[in-house]
């Protein structure tokens, strides 16, 4: 029995929106629904004080990953693109290791939200750089981004590396523990803040639905439909970069959420980024969210970094999408 597109995407909607619901139930212990809304009662407290900002944060975060991986696949032509494509995440890595590496002596009156502010400043360095790299030499090229991008995201790696290497023992764990990824200790009023920033990129993502769909056929054919192109690789670029650099300064650089998403749901509806964009953003929050119940709970008492979760079945997802690729001769 075969689902319209329409069924499907409200079936993703409806079942993200559940088990988003569900997960903040469970954990080292199983709460009861019927103690949530007891006053003074401890299971009530861990709910709403830990699991419940924790899920959300967990459902935004993969939203707007996945988001940006959509984007970039399509910007780019190729399912392998990921939101760390661009370097991104390895510029907000440097900020936030720069950070560590000076025990916030230059952020003391930012207290606790010192290190969302230096990564956010390293994102948006690593994004400036590959602007200005792209327009100085091939306008506003695809390709040249792409180059751009892996060669900005290899030398702030490597800046990253060599900061950890300058750090003491005690602060080059801290930079180890953040580039892991981990949802743990995330300050609930930076909650409001980051649904701000992934519901205005999906707003902007949602607005351009039809020209991501020309882009994605080519750029000579989305001219020739009025496409001002190099405007709207803007707004995509910008849009997309600026919820990954959010999401990786609270709660690190977690990969392959960005590759995985998008990929699955283009697989069970098509390229149609009208129906891809709350599909991917609904499938993308839902996963994480059971990614990060699944680090809470493998070595319970003891937690995972959610980015090792995600990377250990995004390696074999990596291999099993460049194998199809090559088998069928077509990226999407």
């Not at 916030?104 to 690593?126: C, D, E, H």
């Not at 997802?317 to 069928?328: A, E, I, V, Y």
């Amino acid at each position: 029995m075969k689902f319209s597109p329409g069924f499907k995407v409200a079936a993703i909607i409806a079942g993200s929106l559940a088990v988003t619901a569900a997960s903040p139930f469970f954990g080292l212990s199983i709460i009861s629904p019927s103690d949530i809304f007891l006053p003074d009662h401890p299971d009530a407290e861990v709910f709403w004080r830990l699991r419940a900002p924790r899920a959300c944060a967990a459902f935004l975060a993969g939203a707007g990953l996945s988001l940006s991986g959509m984007v970039f696949q399509a910007f780019f032509r190729n399912p392998l693109a990921t939101p760390f494509t661009l370097g991104v995440s390895s510029g907000a890595s440097f900020g936030a290791s720069v950070y560590f590496y000076i025990g916030g002596t230059l952020f003391i009156r930012l207290g606790g939200v010192g290190p969302l502010f230096a990564s956010l400043a390293g994102a948006g360095l690593s994004m400036s750089l590959v602007w200005t790299i792209t327009r100085v030499k091939g306008g506003f090229s695809t390709v040249i981004m792409l180059l751009a991008g892996v060669v900005i995201n290899f030398f702030f790696s490597s800046l990253v590396l060599f900061v950890q290497y300058l750090s003491d023992s005690h602060d080059s764990l801290r930079i180890m523990h953040w580039l892991m990824g981990s949802l743990a200790g995330l300050e609930t009023a930076r909650l409001a803040d980051l649904a701000f920033v992934i519901l205005a990129g999906l707003v902007v993502i949602r607005l351009m639905a039809s020209e991501i769909d020309l882009l994605t056929a080519g750029e000579e054919l989305a001219a020739s439909r009025g496409v001002r192109v190099g405007v709207a690789k803007l707004k995509i670029f910008l849009a997309a970069s600026i919820m990954v650099g959010s999401v990786v300064s609270l709660a690190g650089p977690i990969g392959f959420v960005g590759l995985m998403v998008p990929h699955a749901c283009r697989l069970t509806l098509g390229w149609s980024h009208r129906l891809l964009i709350p599909a991917v953003f609904f499938a993308g929050g839902c996963f994480l969210v059971l990614c990060d119940l699944a680090s809470r709970v493998i070595l319970a008492p003891a937690e995972i970094p959610i980015g090792i979760v995600t990377s250990m079945l995004g390696g074999p997802f990596f291999l099993w999408t460049l194998f199809r690729s090559q088998k069928t001769g077509d990226l999407f």
